[in-house]
């Protein structure tokens, strides 16, 4: 097992090997922060700032007003929200008054809100105006006591909203008058009403948010995270992080639905008196603006989003010097993308490099980072202080050695409380070793080194099977990533009546590159010195861009679903 404090390390600073955790809510931990900043600001959105105090005082109002519609301890409140103000107000108002926030993803589908709906047995939620037409559809078929409805234009500044209804606004749908909603205002305004105990005390253990992840098994399941889960995190962060400074920025790009933005770039940041740029809704050029001009110094983000950077004119000469820290985690990060973007960070003046973490929805999000100063190729780093990693033989708690891959398993203050109405998924993930400790079996492949530098390959239901070897996707996108043409890769394993399964790769190729024969033949020339024969891709598929899932990720199940009905056509094609 790898400890974060290993007495052969001597450079990684003053990280301590464990840490004293808040042991109430997350909202506690928030609150005190507010008390001691009150006049530094929480979260900037589109250009208007909130401090501590006005930010505290919305909570206490909007935890007021869910207890007037009567939301008690223990109930689930649906948070289907971008990164806006009132979902991070509403998200620790529901924390206060001691219910659980259930982190819905808005662009989701209607029966996708469906499911997460009844899967988490919520009694009420909220929405944006633009999204009502999805709740409207399915409200016959769930619990719902209270629909709240918000708006982005009521969190703006004057001028700025008269912009936005002369844009943006105007494509909204109207909602019905007699819709059966509370308006966000309206909502608030009943707080003011609400004279009676709206706390309520809550201990670090209680359960407190629902995040949803496909898991190791691919089937979509709410997990179930406590206070502590969350406060132990931004505890982690912060100590692995000894430049952050109460004030600094973190651009919040990443969704307050994914553990990675609401562990990250909220709590972790709103929990230590760091400031929440938020951006509801991203795209490359808007993010690249906010991070320039609002001088941010801490990103965090999945590889598709530096690869997008990358690729951006209007970066040319800007200058990063401001940044403290820059994170890549949610997907692997190829040894490629990390150099060219190092370099990218260097030409703009900023003096620090990509750490890539690793971590799991099991475990909130990261449980693992690349020390400031100390980077190894290919690793994501050391365990987080009182986090411990183990890589076992998959399917057993047998460890391997040193430098062997198998399963990696996970223990620490951030580890789940359970998949919510699915024990025996709970039972398998969550195990007991003989050590006494609840370790987290990711289903993810990794090894770890003599020196205790953790290294992520990839799923380990993704791995190929071909003529009986092992194909690693991740290891040939490096590969093809490095090629001069290419700007990003996907691999995967195709059906094969021989073989079982044979390789194909998708690329997208530099800006200014147009496919042709003679470019797939370049590449796969280059691919013939740098590939085994048995793992050489049997074709290379251009494409404009690469699907992606709704956190960013690149969505190579799509490609596989893809090629899977090729075959089928195929075949039938054939019967005919």
């Known amino acids: 097992m790898a400890e974060i404090n290993a007495p052969w390390l001597k450079n990684y600073g003053d990280i301590p090997k464990t840490l004293n955790y808040h042991q109430g809510s997350m909202w506690s931990m928030v609150e005190d922060i507010a008390k001691k900043y009150p006049e530094n600001v929480a979260y900037d959105f589109m250009g208007k700032k909130t401090t501590y105090r006005i930010f505290a005082q919305k909570v206490e109002l909007c935890a007021r007003a869910l207890k007037a519609i009567g939301i008690r301890e223990g109930d689930r409140i649906t948070l289907c929200m971008p990164n806006c103000p009132q979902t991070v107000i509403l998200f620790y108002a529901v924390n206060l008054v001691g219910a659980i926030a259930n982190m819905v993803h808005p662009l989701s589908s209607e029966n996708e809100i469906k499911y997460f709906l009844k899967e988490s047995d919520s009694i009420a939620a909220i929405t944006l105006d633009q999204f009502y037409h999805k709740f409207e559809a399915i409200r016959s078929e769930v619990n719902l006591s209270h629909v709240i409805i918000a708006s982005i234009r009521d969190a703006l500044s004057a001028p700025i909203k008269a912009g936005y209804m002369l844009t943006e606004g105007r494509k909204i749908k109207k909602i019905p008058k007699d819709a059966p909603i509370i ?18 005390d809550r201990k670090s253990d209680d359960p407190a948010v629902i995040l949803y992840s496909g898991g190791t098994t691919g089937i979509m399941k709410g997990i179930l995270l406590s206070n502590l889960n969350f406060n132990a995190l931004a505890a982690q962060v912060i100590a692995t992080n000894p430049m952050f400074r109460p004030g600094d920025k973190m651009l919040a790009v990443m969704p307050m639905f994914h553990g990675f933005g609401l562990g990250v770039c909220i709590h972790t940041m709103l929990a230590t008196g760091g400031r929440c740029v938020l951006v509801p809704r991203f795209t490359a050029q808007s993010y690249a603006k906010l991070l320039v001009k609002g001088r941010c110094n801490f990103i965090a983000g999945v590889p598709t989003l530096y690869e997008a950077l990358l690729r951006l004119p209007m970066m040319e000469g800007a200058d990063l010097s401001c940044l403290k820290g820059v994170f890549s985690g949610g997907d692997s990060l190829s040894v490629e993308l990390k150099k060219r973007f190092d370099q990218f960070l260097y030409d703009h003046k900023a003096t620090i490099q990509v750490r890539e973490g690793y971590g799991t929805t099991e475990c909130v999000t990261a449980s693992c980072l690349t020390p400031v100063n100390l980077y190894r190729e290919g690793s994501i780093g050391f365990p987080f202080p009182d986090t411990f990693y183990k890589i076992v033989k998959p399917g057993t708690q047998e460890e391997v050695p040193y430098g062997e891959d198998g399963e ?41 080194d003599e020196d205790g530098f953790i290294y992520f390959k990839q799923r380990i ?26 700007q990003m890769s996907c691999v995967i394993g195709v059906p094969d009546p021989y073989k079982m399964q044979k390789v194909k790769a998708f690329v997208m190729l530099k800006p200014g590159f147009a496919p042709s024969e003679e470019r797939k033949q370049e590449i796969l020339a280059y691919c013939r010195k740098n590939i085994a024969k048995y793992a050489m891709p049997y074709d290379i598929e251009f494409r404009e861009t690469l699907p992606k899932t709704l956190v960013g990720k690149v969505a190579y199940r799509e490609l596989e679903e893809e090629e899977l009905k090729k075959i089928e056509a195929q075949k039938q094609s054939a019967a005919e």
């Open 183 to 200: 308006r966000w205002n309206d909502f608030m305004r009943l707080g003011k009403k609400y004279h009676w105990k709206y706390r309520v």
């Open 408 to 448: 990696i398993c996970i223990s620490g203050p951030s580890v789940m409380l359970e998949y919510l109405h699915h024990p025996e998924e709970t039972a398998k993930t969550l195990q007991t070793h003989p050590d006494g400790r609840r370790w987290v079996h990711t289903g993810d492949l990794g090894s770890m």
């Open 461 to 486: 239901k993704r791995m190929i099977i071909t003529s009986g070897y092992n194909v690693y996707p991740s290891q040939l996108e490096n590969i093809l990533d490095a090629h001069e043409l290419v």
